[in-house]
């Protein structure tokens, strides 16, 4: 295998997670006693350039496909987070009814909603056409494609560019970044701005994250990789942010290298300073994640038996993708974990993969009282403990797994 970004022939590994099916690749009941597909979950560092990254051993087109089963308007969190970003956008860029917002990777119109609902023109770019149909009931113009630079070239001959080309957590699932990089630099107006926000690996590596590692995701990305491969392009980052979402993200915002009216902020030098500082342009810092990982493995099964051996019943929440990967890691099936339950109906009276553990409605959890709900995105722990405090009337806690045990 080589390096997706740089070509370089890569020797040495991050972490391996076994074997996993895609983690949005839900069940039927039908489907159950069927074969089931899974890919290796080995995950591999560049020296060359430090892309943390996966071979496509998952399809791109089979994992985005017409049965993709995640909707991004079912977490409140996440749409509080895409209003408070257009309202930022808009003060800080001066977006109106003469501008175009551009989002890649739009999935059902959780963000392009509220640009709309400003006044400003926009179009979503999304692969998937059950997602793409949701947000056409929005009133959201989507094209269902992939991205990159043949698309953007027939946007570009329609006469479509983008005053704001915007992606959030879809940079880590392209398999070819370079052609998606260049396909940004095409689409974008001479005085446009790109923003892209992507889990940080450093938060992955400081906080065991590990559990973020799935097919969907094909790169594991730095600051200074993400400016390497828009510097390439005839890219420049000229602002970086820190954010909350999914454990600790960036948030970084380009312009073409020919667009001088963005002067380049602070806080460019200071991540990629805090990067060299915790050691993510080395190679040694990469090669103890294993061990870290087999820990949570480890203490959660320990929780899990434990509780099993006291007739305790636990169930989870959540059916996200991280959850798949924790469940399938950890060899967890329905009698240490008796079910999960979603806010998607579109995930709802199927099985996860793999472990083939049911997904219910939440009523469930207020009919048999469990003693324990595992919360499996456990970077929603505080919208989910808050929509499910009545757990605590019959003496239930919760748990998170990761970085590690925690019972509350």
């Given at each position: 295998?080589?390096?997706?970004?740089?070509?370089?022939?890569?020797?040495?590994?991050?972490?391996?997670?076994?074997?996993?099916?895609?983690?949005?690749?839900?069940?039927?009941?039908?489907?159950?006693?069927?074969?089931?597909?899974?890919?290796?979950?080995?995950?591999?560092?560049?020296?060359?350039?430090?892309?943390v990254q996966?071979?496509?051993?998952?399809?791109?087109?089979?994992?985005?496909?017409?049965?993709?089963?995640?909707?991004?308007?079912?977490?409140?969190?996440?749409?509080?987070?895409?209003?408070a970003?257009?309202?930022?956008?808009?003060?800080?860029?001066s977006?109106?009814?003469?501008?175009?917002?551009?989002?890649?990777?739009?999935?059902?119109?959780y963000?392009?909603?509220?640009?709309?609902?400003r006044?400003?023109?926009?179009?979503?770019?999304?692969?998937?056409?059950?997602?793409?149909?949701?947000?056409?009931?929005k009133?959201?113009?989507?094209?269902?494609?992939?991205?990159?630079?043949?698309?953007?070239?027939?946007?570009v001959?329609?006469?479509?560019?983008?005053?704001?080309?915007?992606?959030?957590?879809?940079?880590?699932?392209v398999?070819?970044?370079?052609?998606?990089?260049?396909?940004?630099?095409?689409l974008?107006?001479?005085?446009?701005?790109?923003?892209?926000?992507?889990?940080?690996?450093?938060?992955?590596i400081?906080?065991?994250?590990?559990?973020?590692?799935?097919h969907?995701?094909?790169?594991y990305l730095?600051?200074?990789?993400?400016?390497?491969?828009f510097?390439?392009?005839?890219?420049?980052?000229?602002?970086?942010?820190?954010?909350?979402?999914?454990?600790?993200?960036?948030?970084?915002?380009?312009?073409?290298?020919?667009?001088?009216?963005?002067?380049?902020?602070?806080?460019?030098?200071?991540?990629?300073?805090?990067?060299?500082?915790?050691g993510?342009?080395?190679?040694?810092?990469?090669?103890?994640?294993q061990?870290?990982?087999?820990?949570?493995?480890?203490?959660?099964?320990?929780?899990?038996?434990?509780?099993?051996?006291?007739?305790?019943?636990?169930?989870?929440?959540?059916?996200?993708a991280?959850?798949?990967?924790?469940?399938?890691f950890?060899?967890?099936?329905?009698?240490?974990?008796?079910?999960?339950?979603?806010?998607?109906?579109?995930?709802?009276?199927?099985?996860?993969?793999?472990?083939?553990?049911?997904?219910?409605?939440?009523?469930?959890?207020?009919?048999?009282?469990?003693?324990?709900?595992?919360?499996?995105?456990?970077n929603?722990?505080?919208?989910?403990?808050?929509?499910?405090?009545?757990?605590?009337?019959?003496?239930?806690?919760?748990?998170?797994?990761?970085?590690?045990?925690?019972?509350?």
């Amino acid at each position: 295998m080589n390096c997706r970004f740089c070509q370089n022939e890569l020797k040495y590994e991050f972490v391996d997670l076994g074997f996993s099916p895609p983690s949005n690749s839900f069940l039927m009941r039908e489907e159950l006693n069927e074969p089931e597909v899974f890919f290796p979950l080995k995950i591999m560092v560049c020296e060359e350039c430090f892309l943390v990254q996966i071979d496509e051993f998952a399809k791109h087109e089979d994992i985005f496909n017409s049965d993709y089963v995640y909707f991004s308007s079912f977490s409140k969190s996440w749409l509080a987070h895409s209003k408070a970003y257009t309202e930022m956008m808009i003060k800080r860029f001066s977006y109106d009814h003469k501008s175009k917002v551009i989002e890649i990777a739009s999935n059902d119109g959780y963000l392009l909603q509220f640009f709309k609902d400003r006044g400003v023109p926009v179009l979503g770019v999304e692969p998937t056409p059950n997602t793409a149909a949701a947000a056409k009931e929005k009133g959201i113009e989507s094209i269902i494609d992939f991205f990159g630079v043949r698309l953007a070239e027939v946007l570009v001959n329609q006469g479509t560019k983008a005053d704001l080309l915007l992606g959030n957590n879809v940079l880590a699932h392209v398999p070819d970044i370079n052609d998606f990089v260049s396909g940004l630099k095409i689409l974008l107006k001479p005085k446009g701005v790109i923003t892209i926000e992507f889990p940080h690996i450093l938060q992955m590596i400081y906080k065991n994250q590990f559990d973020t590692i799935y097919h969907e995701h094909f790169s594991y990305l730095s600051f200074s990789v993400v400016q390497r491969v828009f510097n390439k392009h005839g890219l420049v980052v000229f602002d970086v942010e820190e954010i909350s979402t999914h454990g600790g993200s960036l948030r970084v915002f380009a312009k073409h290298a020919e667009n001088d009216s963005q002067p380049v902020s602070e806080r460019v030098e200071e991540v990629l300073l805090k990067e060299v500082a915790f050691g993510l342009n080395e190679i040694s810092t990469y090669q103890s994640y294993q061990e870290s990982s087999e820990k949570v493995k480890d203490d959660f099964l320990s929780f899990l038996i434990m509780a099993k051996r006291e007739g305790k019943m636990v169930v989870g929440y959540g059916a996200a993708a991280k959850g798949v990967t924790l469940l399938n890691f950890c060899g967890v099936r329905k009698d240490l974990m008796r079910y999960v339950v979603d806010a998607s109906p579109h995930k709802r009276d199927k099985f996860l993969p793999g472990i083939h553990i049911p997904v219910l409605d939440e009523e469930n959890i207020k009919i048999d009282k469990p003693d324990y709900v595992v919360i499996l995105p456990w970077n929603l722990e505080a919208e989910i403990t808050n929509q499910l405090v009545y757990v605590r009337e019959w003496g239930g806690q919760f748990v998170t797994a990761v970085p590690k045990i925690k019972v509350f």
